[in-house]
């Protein structure tokens, strides 16, 4: 069986201006990044009337060791639909190196379901998560400046809120003290670091519709306190000019391919259980431009990504999906119901009638936001024909039709049924709409998501998160979306929680103030901003030869 590298490196590969002819777009209208990567400019999109395209979001049940297989469901649509002869486009996040060289390996799909270059997409692409890691530190360098320069705005060292960040996991950064070594080399005070697709800046990224807009948003970032209590922003130090050059290029979605040759927009890379988790609202609206269909996805389970991608994403772009496809496969929800993973190869119906549960209550929290759901299952060579009948059963009950999907070993040609299905789900009749009224306090806004999404009995807030609450209303956030982080693993803040727990309540430990991006963002349980690595980081396996092959990529 060939690998997923083996596999991309044999694609034959359009050229990009092909690729973007495919979408009435003109070679001068995109920047080439070599024969097969190419940035869409403004002009690609000038005098285009607005088409009406379908906007389908893939998400999945809660993620577990046994896999999902969420990103290469959504090319594989994106591939089945293309070819059906529908006008398509596939619009994904862009890969962290975090999780490359971590636990989790590329994000560029698997198998015949990829997008192309895969080794380039996973590894630095056009440069944007780059120009996110140097503009955050500049934003940063110039703050601990400031201070070094005689704090002209009176700056409490103890209440800068701004830290740095790094596309890497790396647990010792997430608390640190700068400035050490004497006067010569800054002012001394605690900080801290995060990982690039939790900064404030991603999200800006993928919130702003151009390039004024996100100059507007880098002005708005809270960046600390004085001594007096006043909120200061990014503005205030005359650093937006400087910020938002350094997106010019970052900032103009990116144009790839799958491996059959469907148009890929591939931009942005929030994290979901600690972020927005989607892709940017540019690369969304270009596909909407150019296609009638348009197959995005949204990270983690439902519970996350989901929620995020119909309360923050498309409440703030005026966006309205048509249909949501949810990933399960027999092993994970086996695995929900209590099955070991070296276990998981043998039939056992009884627990996947247990885990079922988990797709249960996603299928019933797509409802809750007006949109017909489909269950697309992700076929594994362990399966049995029993448990996939069972499955499909079972979802038939909850009036969400269930799917065998094929795409990882067929491409497109494995989604066709899929596709069938989901052009019926976008036909029903549907009334797409937030969870929860932006107006509404803070506080209550979280209730609705943890009692509605993840069915907890209620939200516990710390003294600080009470005490933060408060700022908020002084920062002019309380009618905004929160973007609530979590663990991915279960719908409580306790990750071994699986299937679908009942009798929890979530913990809101911290709330911070994402001024530029247009959300609050509320900490829960033990959650971190900062991943670590795990005991044997994929990083182990890697290599490259000396002539540039590159191998343990996946």
Request: proline share 5%; hydrophobic share 45%; aromatic share 6%.
């Amino acid at each position: 069986m060939k690998s997923d590298v083996e596999i991309a490196r044999a694609a034959k590969m359009r050229p990009i201006a092909e690729i973007a002819g495919t979408l009435g777009i003109a070679a001068e209208q995109i920047e080439s990044y070599g024969r097969y990567k190419a940035k869409l400019t403004a002009e690609a999109l000038a005098g285009r009337t607005k088409k009406n395209g379908k906007l389908i979001l893939v998400t999945a049940i809660n993620p577990t060791p046994a896999g999902e297989g969420k990103t290469t469901t959504s090319i594989g649509l994106a591939d089945a639909l293309h070819r059906q002869g529908k006008k398509t486009v596939v619009a994904l996040r862009e890969p962290s190196l975090g999780p490359c060289f971590g636990m989790k390996g590329g994000a560029a799909g698997g198998g015949y379901a990829q997008v192309v270059p895969m080794e380039d997409i996973n590894l630095h692409f056009t440069g944007d998560f780059h120009a996110v890691t140097t503009a955050h530190n500049l934003l940063a360098a110039l703050i601990d400046n400031h201070i070094f320069q005689g704090n002209a705005l009176d700056l409490d060292v103890n209440r800068i809120v701004w830290k740095r960040v790094l596309d890497i996991n790396d647990r010792a950064l997430r608390h640190v003290v700068t400035g050490l070594g004497g006067r010569a080399h800054g002012v001394p005070r605690e900080s801290g670091f995060d990982i690039t697709v939790a900064s404030e800046m991603m999200a800006i990224l993928c919130l702003a519709d151009g390039l004024a807009d996100m100059k507007r948003r880098l002005g708005r970032i809270l960046i600390g306190y004085t001594r007096s209590g006043r909120p200061v922003h990014a503005e205030e130090l005359g650093a937006t000019g400087a910020l938002a050059l350094l997106f010019k290029d970052a900032i103009k979605p990116n144009l790839v391919q799958t491996i059959e040759g469907t148009p890929a927009l591939i931009h942005g890379g929030p994290f979901a259980n600690i972020a927005p988790g989607c892709s940017s609202v540019m690369a969304t609206k270009y596909a909407l431009r150019c296609a009638d269909y348009v197959v995005t996805e949204a990270g983690f389970g439902a519970d996350l990504g989901a929620e995020k991608f119909f309360d923050i994403k498309c409440r703030l772009a005026g966006l309205k999906p048509d249909a949501a496809v949810i990933v399960a496969t027999v092993r994970a929800l086996k695995m929900n119901g209590g099955v070991p993973k070296d276990e998981l190869g043998t039939e056992n119906l009884d627990a996947l009638r247990r885990g079922a549960a988990n797709l249960e209550k996603h299928i019933e929290n797509i409802g809750k936001f007006g949109l017909p759901a489909v269950v697309a299952v992700n076929v594994f060579p362990t399966d049995t024909e029993a448990e996939l009948s069972l499955l499909e059963e079972l979802c038939a009950r909850l009036g969400a039709p269930a799917v065998r999907s094929e795409v990882w070993a067929k491409g497109g040609a494995g989604g066709l049924a899929l596709a069938d299905a989901v052009e019926a789900a976008i036909k029903k009749p549907s009334d797409f709409h937030p969870l929860y009224d932006v107006k509404k306090p803070i506080a209550e806004k979280i209730e609705m998501i943890a009692r509605e999404i993840y069915g907890a009995d209620g939200v516990d807030f710390t003294p600080e998160a009470k005490k933060q609450m408060t700022e908020m209303e002084m920062l002019g956030m309380t009618e905004t979306p929160v973007c609530m982080a979590k663990t991915q693993y279960s719908f409580s803040d306790n990750p071994v929680l699986l299937g679908r727990p009942t009798g929890f309540r979530i913990t809101v430990r911290e709330l911070r103030a994402s001024c530029g991006a247009g959300f609050v963002v509320a900490l829960t349980g033990s959650v971190l901003t900062m991943p670590g690595l795990p005991k044997v980081p994929a990083a182990m396996g890697m290599d490259i030869t000396g002539d540039g092959v590159i191998t343990g990529l996946f």
